[in-house]
């Protein structure tokens, strides 16, 4: 059980009958790796401790262990920040995670998930409901909450009725802050949405992407390529739209490997179940407006690269969290200028050339 949870993989097999060939990681486990008196207990009538009630109360009775060791970690001032999201699972169920943040007793910051909580409905009654019933369960005194920590969502951030409101008319003191790194990725998905250029920049990227990694044969044809040439094997990144780290490291890779996207694209123009697709994602990338728009984009998001991964630390201070965004503001707007433009401007030229292309701006 510790094993599996640590590891994350899955207990239970699709077919956990003694004739299944695969019975699931737990029960295998067990099989492979049990002694002759485990596998005795196993197969006795009263003693397999095998069936999904007693994995499930395994894998609770860890999690609770796990939990109460969190909590007497906090030091002695008690005081802590909540830090709450909602999202679906893979069986479509609404999920909300809960996230405290506190001082141990060494005095270092600490951030921890205390659980992932199934919500039946997503109504700012119903969440702060939840958010003070997994605080009691805890034994957390919600007098020592200091923070709330939520997306920028009406039902979260509202300041009449939304849960953040909620909570404070019971606890006035903790105060709200709207997620820093939510609110970067809005403020760069509302800053380049209406700009035609950009946007089918970033489109071609995300078709890059499904058509050499989503074929098995497209995606063997691409790593040939670059094993033929002795490189290191980068594979591409998709765009995500609340994660711009892997926006950065995708333009970062399409630029890598610029020259074999092309020679792949070029050879599968002739060959494959989907030739126009082929043509027509070449034809894309090869335009200066193209490059240009990457390289653009490419410096700006390694400036905001920096800035998101700080906001997702969990030792960061609000401070710091404060000169950072006001830092990172200061180095874009220092990007708008003739001299940041032209040197990009010829790097791309540059880049171009190299790769074949003409600079027909």
């Known amino acids: 059980t510790l094993y599996l949870a640590k590891q994350g993989l899955s207990f239970r097999g699709h077919n956990e009958k003694r004739e299944s060939l695969n019975r699931g990681n737990f029960i295998e486990l067990l099989e492979t790796f049990g002694d002759k008196n485990t596998k005795l207990k196993m197969k006795s009538r009263y003693g397999h401790y095998t069936s999904h009630e007693y994995q499930n109360d395994l894998i609770g009775v860890i999690a609770s262990s796990t939990k109460n060791i969190i909590l007497n970690n906090m030091s002695e001032f008690t005081a802590y920040s909540i830090l709450v999201d909602e999202t679906k699972d893979a069986s479509k ?59 920028g969502a ?18 006035p003191h903790a105060i709200y802050i709207h ?12 800053s380049i949405q209406d700009i035609r250029s950009v946007v089918n920049m970033f489109d071609t990227v995300q078709g890059i992407y499904t058509y050499l990694m989503n074929s098995q044969t497209r995606y063997e044809l691409f790593t040939k390529i670059q094993n033929d040439k002795k490189i290191k094997v980068l594979h591409l990144e998709r765009l995500v739209e609340t994660r711009w780290s892997y926006w950065y490291s995708s333009l970062q890779k ?11 694209l070029t050879i599968l123009t002739l060959q494959g179940d989907q030739t126009a697709r082929a043509c ?9 407006q193209f490059i240009m728009i990457l ?67």
């Open 295 to 361: 390289s653009i984009m490419k410096k700006i998001l390694k400036c905001v690269h920096c800035l998101s991964c700080e906001l997702q630390s969990t030792s960061i201070f609000l401070p710091d969290a404060m000169h950072l965004v006001k830092s990172t503001k200061k180095d874009l707007q220092s990007f708008r200028n003739e001299e940041t433009f032209f040197q990009i401007h010829n790097k791309s030229k540059l880049f171009a050339k190299k790769n074949g292309l003409a600079d027909d701006e």
């Open 254 to 264: 399409i630029k890598q490997r610029y020259s074999e996207i092309k020679e792949v």
């Open 93 to 151: 169920k609404e999920q909300l995670s809960f996230l405290i943040r506190f001082i141990d007793k060494n005095y270092n910051i600490q951030e921890k998930a205390l659980g992932c909580y199934h919500m039946k409905r997503c109504d700012a009654d119903s969440l702060s409901k939840a958010i003070l019933t997994i605080v009691a369960e805890n034994k957390l005194d919600i007098s020592r909450c200091v923070a709330q920590c939520y997306d």
């Open 280 to 288: 027509g994602l070449l034809e894309e990338i090869s335009t200066f």
């Open 179 to 190: 997620c820093y790194a939510h609110r970067l990725n809005l403020c760069l998905l509302n």
């Open 154 to 171: 009406s039902v979260m951030s509202g300041s009449f009725t939304g849960v953040q409101k909620r909570i404070a008319d019971i606890v």
